[in-house]
């Protein structure tokens, strides 16, 4: 018996009807066994906050609600719990209530960027669609940490029709992001009316699921909800594991069964100090993941989110695990780190550096080990043949442009734009020109 097995059983022991195998992997009976107050996790768990810690602690919870599943608070360490990854992730910590200047209540400006209720529409091409919002877990971490807990906020029928409505008369969605909350925390009935809506509309070539529940609670994961998966568009499931300790062999059954069914599974993880900020927990919780079929996408710099600051490191340590990653191990290992830019700007990669210099002959370029090369840069290039008929390039031949098109920094190096240089409004310098040439 592994040790996850014996962990299983000391909780089990403690929680009224536990010990019964089929009710532990029925996930609705692991819902209403959820755990929401200290109390019960110290029955749980057979272990005692300290009487001065309780107080905050509960002052914590007034703010940032608890909840855990019996199967994810079994996974602690009882021996060493204030340090332990799955604690940190499920327990409250005194820290929440710290609030710091530079913190912000939407750091991403979802609201702003939201047409209908439940809808972000950020880029291009792709939404965000908030179908369901309460969790199973109540992550500690939760970049949308306010809205935890918050009853009035589960969608209504006509919100979820106003987004659909939304999707179908917006042609340039090609990718529908269901999230949450957990998209998971609904029925398979009622997953399956979404995913057939979405099915019906053409311009919708892709859905994504974001869910924790693989690692938080994998019985959720049934044969029936793959098989109803297996009836609809491509569907591609993004879960959320931080630490390889997550990697149970409950959850790693989980992650067989949406693979077995055809399903391509990604792995955002969030970059949390204390819990998986060491380069070498995450070489291992990405070589776990990808032997379980599953390709490690985002690494997030944790958000500027209230409550979060203590789980907040530096940039650089992102770097640094990246860096030690890239060319130590499988490529398809490697996720991308981002920061998630605050007020809306979006994720932006942020990688270490291996230019070392270029000149227009040739790039200097450094490897993972230090090694430094040459590259030679083409004497003659020739570009793509284009005959400028695509959609995109007939637009732009009307604007008077070459190619496809392209705004911002990019729209810069279009021979034809007439903006060559962008300015922040607030620019003193070109503000004093302006100043001058009104008063000529
Ligand atoms: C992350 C995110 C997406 C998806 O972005 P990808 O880079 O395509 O994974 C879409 N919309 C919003 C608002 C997001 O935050």
């Not at 705004?407 to 962008?422: I, K, N, Q, T, Y």
């Amino acid at each position: 018996m592994g040790i996850h097995e014996t962990r299983l059983e000391a909780v089990a022991a403690r929680i009224e009807g536990a010990d019964d195998p089929a009710r532990w992997r029925d996930w609705r009976w692991q819902l209403r066994n959820s755990l929401t107050t200290l109390d019960a996790v110290e029955e749980a768990l057979g272990i005692e906050f300290d009487a001065a810690e309780r107080v905050l602690l509960e002052e914590t919870l007034q703010q940032f609600p608890l909840s855990v599943t019996p199967y994810y608070l079994s996974l602690i360490d009882t021996g060493d719990f204030r340090n332990d990854p799955v604690f940190r992730q499920a327990l409250p910590s005194d820290e929440e209530i710290v609030v710091e200047e530079h913190d912000m209540v939407d750091p991403l400006a979802e609201d702003q960027d939201s047409p209908v209720p439940l809808i972000t529409h950020r880029y291009p091409d792709r939404v965000l669609f908030r179908v369901s919002n309460t969790c199973s877990m109540y992550c500690r971490h939760c970049t949308r940490k306010r809205t935890v807990g918050d009853r009035d906020c589960v969608p209504t029928t006509e919100e979820l029709a106003d987004a659909l409505d939304y999707i179908r008369a917006t042609p340039g969605v090609r990718d529908v992001l269901l999230s949450g909350g957990d998209p998971l925390m609904l029925s398979d009935d009622r997953l399956d009316e979404i995913l057939s809506a979405l099915d019906a509309i053409e311009h919708v070539e892709v859905v994504r699921i974001g869910t924790r529940m693989p690692a938080v609670l994998p019985y959720r994961i049934t044969d029936e909800f793959c098989e109803m998966l297996r009836r609809h568009r491509p569907v591609w499931l993004n879960t959320h594991f931080n630490h390889p300790k997550e990697l149970t062999p409950d959850a790693e059954e989980a992650l067989a069964r949406l693979a077995d069914a055809g399903v391509p599974l990604g792995n955002q993880t969030v970059l949390l100090a204390g819990v998986n900020d060491c380069s070498r927990i995450m070489l291992r919780l990405v070589q776990r993941l990808v032997a379980n079929r599953v390709r490690p996408y985002y690494l997030y710099q944790c958000d500027l989110s209230e409550g979060l600051s203590h789980f907040r490191t530096p940039v650089g340590k992102g770097i640094e695990i990246v860096e030690s990653l890239i060319g130590h191990t499988s490529g398809f290992a490697v996720p991308t780190y981002v920061v998630d830019a605050p007020h809306g700007g979006g994720k932006i990669p942020v990688m270490p550096n291996y230019i070392v210099s270029w000149a227009s002959d040739r790039v200097v370029l450094r490897n993972y080990e230090g090694v430094i090369c040459t590259y030679r840069e083409p004497d003659r290039y020739k570009r793509a043949a284009c005959n400028e008929e695509c959609d995109d390039c007939e637009r732009s031949v009307a604007a008077g442009c070459r190619g496809h098109e392209s705004s911002g920094v990019a729209g810069l190096m279009r021979e034809c734009d007439p903006v060559e240089a962008l300015v922040p409004s607030t620019n003193e310098r070109h503000q004093r020109r302006e100043g001058v040439s009104a008063d000529e």
